[in-house]
């Protein structure tokens, strides 16, 4: 009976807290990775190597790497505002800006790194006065031209040489995710292809949030009169892909890692759809041993690569803190003042 009874507190204590397990259990597997990295990886434990490895960094390369996160912003902004006027929604590249900032220290506190995103639906859909249904349409369309672009260069790279990592062919993964993107956009842009409303219709589990993917479906089937809108999204996430990888090519010169351009090609799209996983908080430690594995692979040092990853998961936590600066700050900043009758004690209540 104790055996049983203890089962039983078990099941009812897990189903209870099971949301709160598994975020511990993501926090866990983040400090575990990135501890991994520190003290097995970068050389840390040999404090002569790892003193040597940054004594040795070029600063103005790595402050050049850094400064490409505001371009990335820009564009991302820019992606932003183009998709949210396809809707009517006018937002000032400003607001649009601090909201991505604050949208960055969600990444790195919410279990995967899309969290960010989340933040973003809710505060234009308040800022905005739009549904959360539309609000998350636009982010839905966004997020998917990233990652279609992020496939398309992944498979640019096989056609550059990277096909394989040690003995293991990446060729049919990366041909089948790139394959099954372009079905999830060609769906996404034309939902009536599988008739999804009448689905809706007849699931009764969909019956409580009907009227919220009723009007998502209908804003996924405005997109389709914005060609010229959504080929300048698409543009915008070929930059900002460009821009990631010359982030991250920047950072490896400035460690002299010696891999060269086009093996970034290869590597940022890959670690950039692993981080998406829902392992680890914000894909950190999945992400930083995930690039840590490729570069290695493809020839570079294990201690450099693991100083390097370390490096750029350190400008993510300062991006971090930034946001939540803005996010602390905003409200104030954006507080209206008082009509001048209200402030005279004139108002009508």
Excluded at 64 to 72: C, E, M, P, T, V
Excluded at 251 to 275: C, E, H, Q, Y
Excluded at 297 to 315: C, E, K, Q, Y
Aim: hydrophobic share 55%; net charge positive.
């Amino acid at each position: 009976m104790n055996i049983k009874n203890t089962k039983k507190a078990l099941v009812s204590f897990y189903q209870k807290h099971k949301k709160k397990i598994f975020i511990a259990a993501r926090i866990i597997i983040s400090i575990g990775l990135i501890l991994y990295l520190i003290f097995f990886k970068s050389g840390l434990r040999d404090f002569k190597t790892f003193a040597g490895i940054l004594r040795n960094v070029d600063i103005y390369l790595l402050i050049a790497s850094a400064s490409i996160y505001l371009f990335g912003i820009w564009i991302s902004v820019l992606r932003w505002q183009i998709l949210l006027k396809t809707q009517g929604i006018h937002i000032s590249q400003g607001y649009l800006s601090s909201s991505i900032m604050i949208g960055l220290f969600f990444n790195n506190l919410l279990p995967t790194s899309i969290g960010g995103d989340i933040f973003r639906t809710i505060d234009i859909s308040k800022k905005a006065g739009i549904s959360m249904g539309k609000s998350a349409s636009i982010i839905i369309i966004e997020r998917f031209s990233g990652v279609i672009v992020a496939a398309a260069f992944a498979v640019i790279a096989l056609f550059l040489g990277f096909t394989t990592i040690g003995k293991t062919s990446y060729v049919i993964p990366v041909a089948i995710f790139f394959i099954i993107c372009l079905i999830l956009m060609f769906i996404i842009l034309n939902p009536s292809v599988l008739k999804l409303d009448r689905l809706v219709k007849r699931t009764r589990f969909l019956s409580k949030i009907r009227e919220k993917l009723k009007e998502i479906y209908h804003t996924f089937l405005s997109f389709k009169k914005f060609k010229l809108h959504l080929t300048g999204a698409i543009i915008c996430s070929i930059l900002l892909q460009l821009g990631v990888i010359y982030h991250y090519y920047l950072a490896a010169r400035a460690m002299d890692t010696g891999l060269s351009f086009a093996s970034f090609i290869f590597i940022v799209p890959i670690i950039t759809i692993i981080a998406m996983l829902p392992v680890s908080i914000g894909g950190a430690g999945v992400r930083e041993n995930s690039l840590v594995f490729l570069m290695v692979a493809l020839g570079a040092v294990p201690g450099r690569s693991a100083v390097l990853s370390l490096v750029l998961f350190a400008m993510l936590l300062i991006l971090g803190i930034i946001g939540v600066i803005i996010y602390i700050i905003r409200p104030f900043i954006l507080k209206k003042p008082l009509p001048e009758n209200m402030e005279k004690g004139q108002g009508n209540f």
